[in-house]
């Protein structure tokens, strides 16, 4: 079994406001608040030998550097473009008003709280999908527990395969949230 622990990086000025893809804000205030209070809830529990994986994104790299200066010996942050969120395209920056005035299927479909999206002019639900699948048999053919850092579309796909659901059946992530599993090397969590 591989302690896998998956991270939505802490908030930026745009979270929860403007969809936010390839963008790449650095943390709020109050998002470096959050990555530091997260940070001292997650790090007591984290095992020793952990990795540390996160999306290149400033608002990723930032949530994970404060956990690792909270741990007492602190791995190097690997960064795996696999994890960065989903290029969300012409949506990049509109509020959720501007999306539904000018996609409103998509907003319809972002409502419902559906996770396969395909953005127009961005990335498919099939290739973001296909990305976070390899991006998690990555973490998991090291065999070693390993905190991944990364974006809402991302972790709630890695949390699908973690437990075997559809990720539509996973909610959305807050930010600053983590989930822990337990994995077996099949990939499917024992416990959460």
């Not at 001292?40 to 400033?58: F, K, N, Q, T, Y």
């Not at 299927?105 to 973001?128: C, H, K, M, Q, V």
């Not at 990555?138 to 065999?143: D, E, I, N, S």
Request: aromatic share 4%; glycine share 8%; hydrophobic share 45%.
């Amino acid at each position: 079994m591989t302690t896998i622990v998956l991270v939505r990086h802490a908030a930026t000025t745009w979270s929860g406001a403007r969809y936010c893809g390839r963008a790449d804000p650095p943390l709020s205030a109050a998002g470096r608040r959050g990555a530091k209070a997260l940070a001292e809830d997650l790090a007591p529990s984290l095992p020793a030998g952990l990795r540390i994986v996160s999306s290149p994104s400033r608002r990723a790299t930032q949530t994970a550097a404060a956990i690792a200066r909270r741990l007492p010996d602190p791995p190097a942050i690997e960064l795996d473009e696999r994890w960065l969120e989903t290029d969300v395209g012409l949506a990049e920056g509109l509020t959720f008003d501007e999306v539904a005035e000018r996609f409103p299927a998509l907003a319809d479909a972002l409502a419902g709280g559906t996770a396969s999206i395909d953005w127009p002019g961005g990335e498919t639900a099939a290739d973001l999908a296909s990305r976070i699948r390899g991006a998690w048999a990555a973490v998991l053919a090291t065999g070693r527990p390993t905190l991944v850092v990364s974006h809402a579309g991302a972790v709630r796909i890695a949390i699908a395969l973690a437990t075997g659901r559809r990720p539509d059946d996973v909610p959305f992530p807050d930010v600053a949230t983590w989930s822990r599993h337990e994995v077996a090397a099949a990939g499917a969590s024992v416990t959460t």
